[in-house]
Nanobody, 123 residues
Framework: QVQLVESGGGLVQAGGSLRLSCAAS????????MGWFRQAPGKEREFVAA????????NYADSVKGRFTISRDNAKKMVYLQMNSLKPEDPGVYSC????????????????WGQGTQVTVSS
């Protein structure tokens, strides 16, 4: 079993930055991908970024490339999402996910999900 707990959300002005954290506990994650997804009101949950736990290989949605950075700390079992240059279209509930997806940008294959943390961007 895997438990994921997100933190770091909040209210920020457009152009500002936030750093989200995801604390993972439970079984080992060597072959897992860790993903960040977001869901805005009335919209589908969408992929933001992913990182492979063992290789550190990253994957980003086109909408966040160059602005967001995903990273992990293996020793602490932490995954981070540094969000810079936040835009009015970035708000939502950001959730951390863990699993063995074939396609990292798909929600399928992520077996474990956190409760999410709210990100609000004011213009």
């Amino acid at each position: 079993q895997v438990q994921l707990v997100e933190s770091g959300g909040g209210l920020v002005q457009a152009g500002g930055s936030l750093r989200l954290s995801c604390a993972a506990s439970g079984r080992t994650f060597n072959n897992y991908a860790m993903g960040w997804f977001r869901q805005a009101p009335g919209k589908e949950r969408e992929f933001v970024a992913a990182i492979r736990w063992n290789t550190g290989r990253t994957n980003y949605a086109d909408s966040v490339k160059g602005r967001f950075t995903i990273s992990r700390d293996n020793a602490k079992k932490m995954v981070y999402l540094q969000m810079n240059s936040l835009k009015p279209e970035d708000p939502g509930v950001y959730s951390c996910a863990a699993g063995t997806p074939v396609y990292e940008q798909s929600r399928r294959g992520y077996a474990y999900w956190g409760q999410g943390t709210q990100v609000t961007v004011s213009s």
